[in-house]
């Protein structure tokens, strides 16, 4: 059997984390290739499945990213499928999600091409510390963190005015919370939680990636969060048309709110960075569930 697990040209040389999913898979008897997702010349068909992994070079072209989706898929199996790469890579799928009763972070959506007063908007929703972040973006690309004094204020709505003509953007009250607990994940592979993790920002920083030398450490869910973050995936397959189960794999991303409750962050069902390395048998759970259905 061979499968593609696509990536992109300039992945550090750090990125090691998909590392036991490669050997899980080639101790089931399968080849494992790595190519480049937005190179010319690949002959997708001649792979038995294709599952998205390190594309993290997407939120520049996004079009492209969801048209070569399409095209792999009428070729080929994609996990997660071509619907889930198109509703998942702009942020405007959170808005479905809370329609279907997800507990989201409160955001307000700034459109493209339009001009807001940031000082307004934040008075009218009662945003004491703001968060603004691109609808398409990953690795918190030109996210900001603001104070909602006189220079916080000018610095975001200098930001807001620069990329708004390009692109919309979303303003979130700031989770405090990111800061000392972290951003917490449950890493789900057929609709059911593998294990749970948490990314700690280096200190006075809210940005939990590896890129900025976050640290991440295992973490367990009490049964009560674990019920709830699993029926965020629940939703989104419901959204998407989708069976119960039918997303391969799901990263759901929350902060603690200051009721103490988790609001959803993310729900990463495209790319995402599964940490293996904090779930001693998540890789190989996902080699197998990969292959029962590639069988099916």
């Known amino acids: 059997m061979r499968l593609a697990l696509p990536t992109h040209r300039e992945l550090p040389d750090w990125e090691v984390d998909d590392l036991p999913l490669h050997a899980a898979l080639r101790a089931r008897g399968a080849l494992v290739e790595r190519p480049i997702w937005d190179e010319p010349g690949t002959d997708w068909s001649g792979f ?3 599952l998205i992994r390190t594309t993290w070079n997407y939120q ?16 080929t199996r994609l996990f997660n499928p071509a619907c889930v790469v198109r509703w998942n890579t702009a942020k405007t799928y959170l808005w479905d999600l809370a329609r279907r009763g997800v ?8 459109e493209r091409g339009r001009r807001v007063d940031l000082a307004e908007l934040c008075e009218t929703h009662r945003i004491t510390r703001g968060f ?13 963190r603001f104070a909602t004094d006189h220079a916080g204020l000018a610095a975001a709505q200098a930001h807001a005015d620069r990329l708004l003509p390009q692109e919309g953007l979303m303003l979130q009250p700031y989770r405090d919370a990111v800061e000392t607990e972290g951003e917490l994940s449950l890493i789900l592979v ?7 993790v948490r990314k700690v920002p280096v200190p006075g920083d809210y940005r939990v990636q590896d890129d900025f030398d976050a ?8 049964p009560d969060e674990l019920e709830s973050l699993r029926a965020i995936a629940t939703a989104a397959e419901l959204e998407l048309g989708l069976p119960r189960g039918g997303l ?9 709110a200051p009721d103490g409750g988790l609001d959803l962050n993310e729900l990463e069902i495209v790319e995402p960075s599964l ?4 779930g001693p048998s998540s890789a190989e759970r996902l080699a197998a569930a990969l292959l029962r259905r590639i069988g099916r």
């Open 60 to 75: 520049e072209k996004r079009a492209d990213f969801v048209a070569w989706a399409d095209a792999v898929e009428r070729v």
């Open 103 to 110: 507990r989201v972070t409160p955001t307000v959506w700034l």
């Open 275 to 278: 940490f293996f390395r904090h």
């Open 190 to 196: 057929d609709g059911e939680p593998v294990h749970g």
């Open 132 to 144: 603004l972040k691109p609808i398409v973006g990953a690795t918190s690309r030109e996210t900001l």
């Open 248 to 256: 391969l794999y799901a990263r759901v991303d929350v902060l603690r």
């Open 215 to 222: 640290t991440d450490l295992p973490y367990v869910f009490a």
């Open 48 to 50: 038995d499945a294709v």
